[in-house]
């Protein structure tokens, strides 16, 4: 199967996932700057780093699909197992913003990151498996240590988060940090020509 509807169909759940994640904001009670911080900040904060994580799915989803060819049915359910844990985002972010960082919500979020990080593995050994170890993404994967750091630093925030809240939220966004520049890897795999081999 050629991957142009999966790709398609990726962006526009990615694109849902953002929108419902927007209309969540609340509008401020005034009309003051004060107001904004007051009644939107910590929204618009929870809300700027599921939008980073979100971000970073999509771009790296994209790198990984611009080195593969064809995908199978594997490929397709690997890819919605990563569909759904993002598609609940939107509903751990509003947990933990609600909330007002409890420790209950804080740990969840952290846990559907986890969740999302472990399917995106999944998707990509589900993709080198469909194409065969010689595969282009499997070459441009090289080490993958951001990939395998991740889960581990998302194990620790959770953990973390159950004693202080906001070492768990700065563990969290560690992580994004560090993915928050496009994946050189496969940008240079690309730029070497991998993607016409």
Do not use: C
Request: no cysteine; aromatic share 12%.
């Amino acid at each position: 199967m050629r991957t142009h509807r999966f790709e398609a169909f990726s962006d526009g759940v990615l694109a849902v996932i953002i929108t419902i994640m927007v209309l969540e904001l609340k509008v401020p009670d005034g009309n003051t700057l004060h107001d904004a911080v007051t009644t939107t900040g910590q929204s618009l904060l929870t809300y700027l780093l599921s939008f980073i994580y979100i971000g970073i799915y999509w771009n790296n989803h994209h790198h990984m699909f611009q080195l593969i060819k064809t995908v199978n049915g594997r490929t397709l359910w690997a890819n919605l197992h990563l569909l759904f844990w993002l598609s609940l985002v939107p509903f751990t972010t509003k947990w933990m913003d609600e909330s007002h960082f409890a420790r209950t919500p804080v740990m969840t979020y952290g846990v559907n990151l986890l969740a999302a990080g472990i399917a995106y593995y999944v998707l990509q050994y589900a993709a080198i498996a469909a194409e065969g170890e010689n595969s282009r993404l499997r070459r441009a994967l090289g080490a993958d240590f951001k990939g395998k750091a991740s889960p581990v630093v998302y194990v620790v925030g959770i953990g973390a988060a159950a004693v202080n809240v906001w070492i768990g939220i700065g563990l969290y966004a560690a992580v994004a940090i560090m993915w928050l520049i496009p994946d050189k890897r496969m940008e240079r795999f690309i730029a070497q020509g991998g993607v016409n081999e």
